[in-house]
Nanobody, 115 residues
Framework: QVQLVESGGGLVQPGGSLRLSCAAS????????MGWYRQAPGKQRELVATITSGGTTNCADSVKGRFTISRDNAKNTVYLQMSSLKPEDTAVYYC????WGNGYWGQGTQVTVSS
């Protein structure tokens, strides 16, 4: 049974930082491309950042220079370090694991950026 469990969300003030974690089980983690997506109220789910099995990263223009994705294959965990957070970053953040079209999602973690 595949499980992706996100943690680290919460309420943060504008300009603050958070680190999200996603612990995976039930998959051969180190062959999967891992990603973070987010969905704000009334909007479609959008890509935030991805990291391949080889460590190549990609991120949305809206978060470049502020968010960093990384992975620890020994811990079967992917991270999203978020800094200089803005109110428009408020969303539910979802972890994704993908390998040749076989994709899995976590349950999501809420990030709220507000003063």
């Amino acid at each position: 049974q595949v499980q992706l469990v996100e943690s680290g969300g919460g309420l943060v003030q504008p300009g603050g930082s958070l680190r999200l974690s996603c612990a995976a089980s039930g998959i051969i983690f180190n062959i999967y491309t891992m990603g973070w997506y987010r969905q704000a109220p009334g909007k479609q789910r959008e890509l935030v950042a991805t990291i391949t099995s080889g460590g190549t990263t990609n991120c949305a223009d809206s978060v470049k220079g502020r968010f960093t994705i990384s992975r620890d294959n020994a811990k079967n965990t992917v991270y999203l370090q978020m800094s200089s957070l803005k109110p428009e970053d408020t969303a539910v953040y979802y972890c994704n694991a993908n390998h040749w079209g076989n994709g899995y999602w976590g349950q999501g973690t809420q990030v709220t950026v507000s003063s």
